[in-house]
């Protein structure tokens, strides 16, 4: 389907109560192994739970006894998180391999980072009709998503309606934060722990917590001072924030901070954007998807997966095949304005060296810093927020809906926090070397300690005790973003390593959660217990990783989160795999078919 004909069928653009905390012992089904839940047509199930009590062999514990550490829950598999990833990876253990799994989540629901991330703004920079799961047609052809761009509520809602169809929730504990997983050498097993004191055992630990959950609050002086309320757009109260009549401060100008600032602008009696690097961002062009649009995407459903699947970033559509040198000044400028006016991620597929070539990469970073100057009425404030310290998309790319647009009202400022660094937070308001801000409202839009972090918060640790943090002092060393070396059966979906934040999620998600249910499936058809990554294979794996990213502009960004820049103290390393996407995929099918090459698999 041509991007011209999908671009026709948009329409018009735009130019809980939460649920209480569950444990193993709210289900029946998870106590009586000789009980499960009715099976839908076809399914197959085994289930395999047991409780034990460290005492007195033979002992059986009350079933109505409140949680202890003294009980430990066992599983052929914990996965850690309900966002995309671990709804799938439930799916596809417990109901293509038959695997007893419970999955263990922080939040009251499922969801993963759209669950704590509902700030005012908050939408998918991917289209929403491959921004979804692809395992099952039938879902593809009966959900109906209303924009080009959802956003949180209705992403969800589809999640949601993927997990009630499923029936996943039987089998998912909210409320549950992991704060310890060990793996038992002897047993080989691995023993969780959580932080109202329950115990999990289970073969495989596969976490599914995410690239971008794990939030970046910097450590400004005085902030337990201020009187007024602040909030982190990753943890947004799920009430809701009233901002009428307030003085609001926002800090950050990344992909949240550009798509809450026009928000925000509207209810606030005045917004101060702090603002420490410019951004480039492109308009989403964002609109309702008309019935007929929805109708030709079902058509094309098949087509449009595989395009995903064989694409650099998991998007269903191709990069063209000419230089931006080649292009007459003339022909270039308006094959820009053409995809300017297609907006989105789109735009980056003008020309094919846009990341590869410093002077190919001027010509859009140009183009775009134009198109600011266009917008922004004021010039001083135009040229503040005109990037020139990266190039364009060497970070993460942002799409915005009137983010420039919004400098040019009465009640918006912008503070330049480069110029005039931050100092610290008073009772009143934030103070930076060029004086105070009085603010009623502090939003800290200053992203994630990404890739890492949620990892590294579980206090992970494998063979003879080791932790992960440890064995990530200098960054992350994985083999394929898949496995740590000296932790079994430990498996990390999108870890760093992987393509994941470099692409459309749910492709990169799918993609991991298939290898490591084949992976499952192989060790246990080949009575093998035991799979874990050679040492000398991480390395080379993290040796490629950084070739594939140098061979790009992406580390020439210093103020990029892929390289740990926006947390104090983390190691600048190149985490995602930049190589694209197809062929990482074809790199862990040869793995795979080469009998697990690089991991030691054994009994």
Known sequence: MAITELMRLWGQHAA???????????????????SPPANRPGETRRKRLTWRQRGPE???????????????????????????????????????????VRVLE????????????RYPGARCDSESYYYSYSFSKELEQEWEWSERYPEQPEIMRYLNHAAERFGLKRDIQFGTRVTHAAFDEAAGRWQVATEAGERFSAQFLITAVGCLSSTNVPKIPGLESFAGEWHHTGRWPHGGVDFRGKRVGLVGTGSTGIQATPVIARDARHLTVFQRTANYSIPARNGPMSAEARAEIKRNYAAIREKSRGSTNGHPWDISAASALDAGPEERMALYEDAWKVGGLRFRAAFKDLLSHPEA?????????????EVVHDPATAELLTPRDHGFATKRPPIDTEYFETFNRDNVSLVDVRAHPIEAISRDGLRTTEGEHKLDMIVFATGFDAMTGPLLAMDIRGRGGAALAEAWTAGPRTYLGLQVAGFPNLLTITGPGSPSVLCNMPTAIEQHVDWITDCIRHLRDHRLARIEARAEAAERWVAQ???????????????????????????????????????????????????????????
């Not at 922080?106 to 991330?117: E, K, P, Q």
């Not at 995602?576 to 090459?597: K, M, Q, S, T, W």
Request: proline residues 5%; contains cysteine; charged residues 20%.
């Open 545 to 603: 990783v950084n070739e594939a990213a140098h061979a790009t502009l992406l580390p020439t960004a210093a103020s990029s989160w892929y390289l740990g820049a926006n947390v104090p103290g983390k190691p600048r390393v190149f985490m995602p795999y930049a190589g694209g996407l197809a062929r990482y995929a074809g790199i862990c099918r040869e793995v795979a078919a080469n009998g697990y090459e690089g991991f030691v698999l054994g009994r």
């Open 106 to 117: 922080a939040g009251d629901g499922v969801g993963g980072t759209w669950y704590w991330n």
């Open 58 to 100: 033979g002992t059986m514990p009350d079933m109505q006894a409140p949680k202890t550490p003294e009980y430990t829950a066992e599983y052929d598999a914990i996965i850690v998180g309900a966002g995309f990833s671990g709804l799938y990876q439930l799916h596809a253990l417990r109901d293509r391999l038959g695997l007893s």
């Open 16 to 34: 809980k109560k939460a649920q209480p905390a569950r444990t193993a012992l709210d289900h029946a089904d998870a106590i009586d192994s000789t």
């Open 361 to 373: 990469n001027e010509t859009a970073s140009e183009f775009i810093r134009g198109k600011i100057r």
